[in-house]
C-alpha cells in the first residue's frame, strides 16, 4: 500500500525501507494474531455461571 503511493510519486523504496517509514509514521500491517481462535480465560467461567442458574 505505501510502497505503491510512493512509486506514483515516483520514489522507489525497498522492503526494508518501507518498513521503516510504516514504523516512523506509526502505521502497523493487519494480519491475524496468533491464538486468535483460543477462548477468552473468562469465558468458561461465565458459561458454567450461567449454566448453573
Keep these: 500500500m505505501l510502497r505503491d503511493l510512493l ?3 515516483g520514489v522507489s ?3 526494508l525501507h518501507e ?3 510504516m514504523k516512523r509514521i506509526g ?4 494480519y491475524r494474531r496468533p491464538n486468535t481462535s483460543k477462548p477468552a ?3 468458561s467461567i ?3 455461571f450461567l449454566i448453573m442458574f
Design 13 to 15: 523504496v525497498g522492503r
Design 19 to 21: 518498513a521503516t517509514l
Design 7 to 9: 512509486r506514483q510519486e
Design 41 to 43: 480465560p473468562w469465558f
Design 27 to 30: 502505521l502497523e500491517a493487519l
Design 46 to 48: 461465565t458459561v458454567a
